[in-house]
């Protein structure tokens, strides 16, 4: 037995057997007796429930001996433009990069990689992004981190997809996956929901050179979001200069006056001087609006002294015309009762009737006639006749 020796091989066990260190076969479960005369036999164990064979020459290995390794591995080996998804039991596993080269044994899993073409299609499978970045064991590996680049576009938003800084396509709400190899890819959201705007705090003079702190709010959509990100850079900020600048051109053309008497007037205006150009920018100004016209505290007291001298005359030209009425209708009465005898005497004797309602005790002369006639009295005496 000097010239044999016998190898015992387990079942989860496969034997890479080398002659001066030139593959000849792979070792099977079992018992093997070698014949060693003449032979300088060498042995690699490995344990292929660890599914991935690796070796420090493993490309030379899969090209040189092909022929003896074909029935026991499969081989998989990506070009600079492929990615690969590694499959165990139909189960996603593990992202391959392009350019890898990947050894798995048989027979102890199903192992399967879907190789994909990334030099135009990189974007991912939606169903596949799922299991990619659903908080599964894959989706916080390391290669799939380096690989995918999420993107989530909520409702009323849009996504601009960037690829090496150029604007790819618009994406709409949804969930998305891309490649990163070889490519920079970038999401951009938009939101499609009605906005506002303040441009708060403008000192502007007005034509008659009265310093005005004025504060105005917009309400804005966008309409074209791709317009808007192939032309503006800031689209905020463009909206804000310009709804500046037509307050300040419409303040200063107006007279102080005019600016306190009709803000509406003011406010179209400004709206009607940016709509246009707005809408070639994919923005749609639904609404503006000055909130607040603050003057300075010395023109505020001086407005306030104007005001409450302008109530003030009102309020005594209302007091005049009152009183003017007023004696217009006491003549008038006087003139009815001068003419008609029966009205004068009612007119008496109701004021008899409050005169008593005071006074407690009163004493007259003449009886009954003498309280009737003489007490009170509407028509002049004929002394004064």
Not at 246 to 251: D, F, G, P, Q, S
């Amino acid at each position: 037995m000097f010239f044999w020796k016998e190898i015992d091989i387990a079942d989860n066990e496969r034997v890479l057997l080398f002659d001066r260190d030139r593959l000849q076969k792979v070792l099977s479960p079992g018992r093997h007796t070698l014949f060693t005369f003449g032979k300088k036999y060498t042995v690699e164990k490995y344990d292929i429930t660890k599914v991935f064979f690796d070796h420090p020459r493993l490309k030379f290995l899969i090209r040189q001996y092909e022929d003896v390794l074909k029935d026991y591995i499969d081989v998989y080996e990506l070009g600079d433009q492929e990615v690969g998804v590694i499959y165990r039991d139909n189960k996603v596993s593990d992202i391959l990069p392009p350019g890898n080269l990947l050894v798995a044994w048989k027979s102890t899993e199903e192992v399967r990689v879907e190789i994909t073409d990334i030099s135009v299609n990189y974007e991912i499978n939606p169903d596949l992004v799922a299991l990619l970045g659903r908080g599964l064991k894959i989706g916080t590996s390391r290669n799939v981190d380096n690989a995918v680049s999420y993107a989530e576009v909520p409702d009323e938003h849009v996504g601009l997809l960037q690829v090496n800084g150029k604007l790819e396509k618009v994406l709409e709400s949804g969930s998305y996956g891309f490649w990163k190899y070889n490519r920079s890819v970038s999401v951009k959201l938009l939101d499609l929901r009605l906005q506002t705007i303040d441009v708060s705090g403008q000192e502007i003079l007005t034509k008659d050179r009265v310093s005005l702190r004025i504060n105005l709010s917009a309400s804005y959509k966008l309409t074209d979001a791709e317009t808007v990100a192939r032309k503006l850079k800031d689209y905020a900020n463009f909206l804000y200069l310009e709804l500046q600048l037509r307050l300040r051109e419409a303040v200063g053309t107006k007279l102080l006056d005019e600016l306190l008497e009709d803000k509406d007037a003011l406010n179209s205006v400004i709206a009607n001087g940016v709509k246009d150009k707005l809408n070639e920018y994919g923005i749609q100004l639904l609404s503006v609006g000055v909130k607040d016209i603050i003057l300075p505290g010395d023109m505020k007291q001086i407005l306030n002294q104007v005001v409450e001298a302008q109530k003030e005359a009102e309020a005594n030209l209302i007091k005049r015309r009152e009183e003017t009425q007023a004696m217009r209708s006491l003549h008038n009465t006087a003139k009815v009762m001068e003419n008609n005898p029966v009205l004068l005497r009612l007119k008496e004797l109701e004021a008899l009737e409050r005169i008593t309602t005071k006074i407690d005790k009163i004493t007259v002369y003449g009886g009954l006639d003498g309280v009737m006639n003489n007490l009170v009295s509407l028509m002049p005496s004929s002394s004064n006749k």
